[in-house]
């Protein structure tokens, strides 16, 4: 039996129900009071027992990753679990404000600071996620919130895949009979390898980027976006069309984004390429791009001092914006180590900017990932003072 539950109504032996903030085929969304914790929370339930295999995978999925990220501009879980009635639950952080879709029309161009801002917090939001092999596979505004202070945060995981292999979260992200996610925000290789990646996020954040800044489709330029909205709200298949076949418009040849930052458009219009191996990577690599357009093109004081001590005691001051960076001496690292005896990808140093702390995650066990002198194995959010390291190389992040 569906279990709808209603302001008023008591749950689980204490938890009671002060309205309803969403309703979906699949699940229901309460503001809840629980007993032991001193704000109002948000409760996540399955709609019906969970019986069918694909249900299931579905609920426990989104509570796997959910509960393995640390980044801020992801919701927080702080209970999950399958009832004895059959249903799952999530009880996380009550989210105050409304979806990128609420808060903005598209009718208009967003001013271009703004709308770069808010994409480069959902890129933080997913960099974790992705340096940990998992694709969101539903990028669109509906999930993309933005709190009452302006923080962005990146919604349902629902749909979710490893790519790498992890376990629980699926095989991988490929999929060969049906299309995932909306088609408006789908990606051309949906309907050619079928296979998804990192890269397939970055593509929907930069249409989303693309829209906010013109108000316009890279697909259907000459059209208003809200208009076009409407006209194929009930014909998915011209949207997946045009991503599969359309060339897309440069940004630049928009009339009201002709004086964007040339590193803007150069970013933005490889990340909206056919082929996803020509994008950047990951939504990691979208948000250093982003990141640095916000400080040196934006004027917006994003950044901090990245303090390096290498093996032979020289120094080494670079500027560190709010991103996701890979720490090692591969070619794919974004800090680079000097030493010869690091040869890969050791730790991952994640930053969505002030007033947030940064966060260290080691990749191995190794200990060669240390805090303050002291082995982790486990992410850990730097304070103002504290000094790591991998391998012989110290470093240490400095504000302004």
């Known amino acids: 039996m569906p279990l709808d539950l209603q302001p008023g109504d008591v749950y689980a032996g204490g938890i009671r129900i002060l309205s309803v903030l969403g309703v979906g085929s699949f699940a229901r969304v309460y503001e809840v009071d629980v007993p032991g914790y001193e704000e109002h929370l948000a409760l996540k339930l399955t709609r019906e027992p969970v019986t069918a295999g694909e249900q299931a995978q579905r609920a426990l999925r989104e509570i796997t990753i959910l509960r393995s990220l640390t980044n801020p501009h992801v919701v927080r879980t702080f209970d999950?679990?399958?009832?004895?009635?059959?249903?799952?639950?999530?009880?996380?952080?009550?989210?105050?404000?409304?979806?990128?879709?609420?808060?903005?029309?598209?009718?208009?161009?967003?001013?271009?600071?703004?709308?770069?801002?808010?994409?480069?917090q959902?890129?933080?939001?997913l960099a974790e996620a992705h340096a940990m092999g998992i694709v969101h596979r539903d990028v669109k505004p509906e999930n993309i919130f933005i709190e009452q202070n302006g923080q962005i945060k990146i919604l349902d995981f629902g749909l979710a895949r490893s790519w790498d292999g992890t376990p629980v979260v699926g095989v991988n992200a490929s999929e060969t009979h049906m299309i995932v996610g909306t088609p408006h925000y789908s990606q051309p290789e949906q309907l050619r390898t079928r296979v998804l990646s990192p890269a397939s996020d970055v593509y929907a954040l930069a249409t989303i980027l693309y829209e906010l800044l013109s108000a316009r489709s890279h697909l259907f330029p000459d059209r208003p976006l809200v208009e076009l909205r409407e006209e194929l709200r009930h014909e998915p298949t011209r949207w997946l069309a045009?991503?599969?076949?359309?060339?897309?418009?440069?940004?630049?040849?928009?009339?009201?984004?002709?004086?964007?930052?040339?590193a803007l458009c150069r970013g933005l219009d490889r990340a909206l390429l056919k082929d996803p191996s020509l994008r950047p990577p990951d939504a990691g690599a979208l948000a250093n791009i982003l990141g640095l357009v916000l400080h040196r093109d934006m004027?917006?004081?994003?950044?901090?001092?990245?303090?390096?001590?290498?093996?032979?005691?020289?120094?080494?001051?670079?500027?560190?914006?709010?991103?996701?960076?890979?720490?090692?001496?591969?070619?794919?690292?974004?800090?680079?180590?000097?030493?010869?005896?690091?040869?890969?990808?050791?730790?991952?140093?994640?930053?969505?900017?002030?007033?947030?702390?940064?966060?260290?995650?080691?990749?191995?066990?190794?200990?060669?990932?240390?805090?303050?002198?002291?082995?982790?194995?486990?992410?850990?959010?730097?304070?103002?003072?504290?000094?790591?390291?991998?391998?012989?190389?110290?470093?240490?992040?400095?504000?302004?």
Request: with cysteine; aromatic share 4%; net charge negative.
């Open 80 to 120: 999950c679990g399958l009832r004895p009635d059959g249903h799952i639950y999530l009880l996380m952080d009550l989210l105050k404000g409304c979806t990128l879709e609420e808060w903005h029309g598209f009718e208009e161009p967003l001013h271009p600071a703004q709308a770069v801002t808010i994409v480069h």
């Open 122 to 125: 959902a890129c933080l939001g």
């Open 242 to 262: 045009a991503h599969a076949h359309n060339d897309p418009v440069p940004i630049a040849e928009v009339p009201c984004c002709a004086d964007l930052p040339q």
């Open 299 to 400: 004027g917006i004081p994003v950044a901090a001092t990245l303090r390096m001590l290498h093996p032979d005691q020289s120094l080494d001051d670079r500027l560190f914006l709010p991103g996701s960076y890979r720490i090692g001496s591969g070619e794919r690292c974004e800090i680079k180590l000097r030493e010869d005896d690091v040869l890969r990808v050791h730790a991952v140093l994640e930053w969505s900017g002030i007033p947030n702390r940064p966060h260290l995650r080691p990749l191995s066990d190794t200990g060669v990932v240390r805090v303050n002198d002291v082995a982790i194995t486990h992410p850990v959010e730097l304070a103002d003072d504290d000094e790591f390291s991998v391998g012989k190389t110290r470093m240490t992040v400095m504000y302004s």
